[in-house]
């Protein structure tokens, strides 16, 4: 490779890393904008004592997702992994090309009795990801991190449509939501290295300038469901 090639992908790699900035840097700017609480969803699941459920939730990459849903009362859990496409491609450097059909997911298991599925919903558009973006969230491109919604259950499927109509009519944002929602033909758990990544590694430039500020968004905006 002569120097002039070697240059030229200096340049190329320098600018990619100035761009990646500058577009989390502007989508934290107007993330931080819209601190505003989106209102109670009309339609909504009741709380009951019925056993664990789960909802399947995508909105850019699964580290930020996990650690806002973590940090939720009510949640018993949340895992990282893959929904969408088939189990054969389920692995991270697959999905990571973005075509395999899978989005980088988040299965969170909740009490009912504690939490319902729209107030999950009201976290997932509130603080968890921008649903207005397409095939992307922040710096991250392409149909892996797309905003998603992978319900279970008719019931599901109900709230969140009712949801999503609700808060486009009430213009709760300035773009149009453009979150999919789809039933949930499988999950498919994340290598063991990406669980509680945001937890394990705060330290990490992308945690902080991504994810962390929305776990501080949750506890801002949802101090009553705001666990440590």
């Known amino acids: 490779m002569n120097s002039e090639s070697t240059g030229s992908i200096s340049k190329l790699a320098i600018f990619l890393v100035v761009a990646a900035l500058a577009a989390t840097l502007t989508w934290n700017r ?14 909504d699941a009741p709380r009951t004592a019925n056993p664990d459920q789960t909802a399947v939730l995508s ?42 059909g899978h989005a980088e997911s988040v299965q969170v298991t909740y009490d009912p009795s504690q939490i319902s599925y729209g107030q ?8 968890a990801h921008d649903p207005t973006q397409l095939n992307r969230q922040g710096p991250d491109f392409g149909s892996q991190y797309r905003s998603a919604i992978f319900y279970v259950n008719e019931e599901q499927k109900h709230v969140a449509e ?15 939501i453009v979150t999919q929602v789809s039933p949930l033909k499988a ?40 666990k440590k």
Do not use: M
């Open 30 to 43: 107007a993330h931080a904008a819209d601190a505003t609480t989106l209102p109670n969803p009309v339609v």
């Open 59 to 100: 909105g850019g990459c699964f580290w930020g997702i996990q650690a806002v849903f973590q940090h939720v009362k009510g949640v018993k859990s949340a895992t990282s992994g893959y929904s969408g496409g088939a189990a054969a491609v389920a692995q991270y450097e697959l999905v990571s090309t973005g075509e395999t």
């Open 162 to 176: 009712a949801y999503i109509v609700q808060l486009q009519q009430a213009k709760s944002f300035p773009r149009l």
């Open 187 to 226: 999950f498919y758990t994340a290598e063991e290295y990406h669980q509680n990544y945001a937890t394990l590694h705060p330290d990490n430039p992308y945690i902080a300038a991504n994810d962390a500020p929305k776990v501080e968004h949750l506890r801002q905006q949802f101090p009553d469901l705001y």
């Open 120 to 127: 999950l919903l009201k976290i997932f558009f509130s603080v």
